[in-house]
């Protein structure tokens, strides 16, 4: 089947901007997180969802960062007010029961 | 807060020969597993190999093992008969069981294979 898909790829966006990313799933997985890749670093961290809800958000950096899954499958990453310092890869990877599975991310550059 | 510790930035060896990649990390949970993910160009992190905790037997994948010593939290992996496909980011991670079972990465170790 499908694997985790996330768009857009690639994201230039301004800075003090709002940009959303997307992650769709593999179908039938409850678990969704997502994770920030800074250039030159490991993944870190944002959110995770158990169905629609957020169960663990520890990780989101501030109150610009906020993400939703209303229906259990497709989630969005929503940053307001861009910072070039959000300039990052966003990963997504969707479990089932254990193993995560990562997208191919979205890279996120702030000018 | 658990860590993980990849010390090594960059490691390079020959096509067909043998590289170890070198982890440490911190936590104080019984319970875990780790792992070792290969990120490509294509930005894709994909599992390589994964190892409970609870389980002293080292894990092998075909052409991969690792060497985890618990009491020493040393979690490395050995790369034997390398391919110019090796050729990748490798990261280190650590997840809890329980809870969230969010991954923490190390930073990785960039790995080049030489023809």
């Known amino acids: 089947g499908a694997g985790v898909s996330q768009t857009p790829s690639n994201k230039v966006t301004e800075k003090g901007k709002y940009v959303e990313l997307r992650c769709d799933p593999i179908?039938?997985?409850?678990?969704l997180y997502w994770y920030r890749q800074s250039l030159g670093q490991g993944p870190e961290f944002l959110i995770y969802f158990q169905g629609t809800g957020a169960a663990d958000d520890s990780g989101l950096p501030n109150d610009r960062f906020f993400a939703v899954r209303p229906e259990g499958s497709v989630s969005t990453l929503k940053i307001q007010r861009t910072e070039r310092g959000d300039s990052a890869v966003y990963l997504c990877?969707?479990?089932?029961?254990?193993?995560?599975?990562f997208g191919p991310g979205t890279r996120l550059t702030v000018t | 807060a658990q860590t993980v510790t990849q010390s090594q930035p960059e490691m390079s060896v020959q096509e067909a020969e043998t590289v170890t990649l070198s982890c440490t990390y911190d936590?104080?949970?019984?319970?875990?597993?780790l792992f070792w993910y290969k990120q490509p160009p294509s930005r894709q992190m994909i599992l390589v190999i994964r190892q409970e905790a609870y389980k002293q037997q080292n894990a092998t994948e075909n052409r991969f093992s690792v060497n985890f010593q618990k009491a020493a939290k040393s979690f490395s992996l050995k790369i034997s008969d390398s391919q110019l496909g090796d050729a990748a980011m490798y990261f280190c991670?650590?997840?809890?069981?329980?809870?969230?079972?969010?991954?923490?990465f190390g930073k990785g170790t960039k790995l080049t294979v030489n023809p």
């Open positions: 179908s039938g997985h409850t678990a």
């Open positions: 991670a650590y997840r809890k069981r329980g809870g969230s079972e969010k991954l923490v």
């Open positions: 990877a969707s479990s089932l029961q254990g193993e995560q599975y």
């Open positions: 936590t104080s949970e019984s319970d875990y597993y």
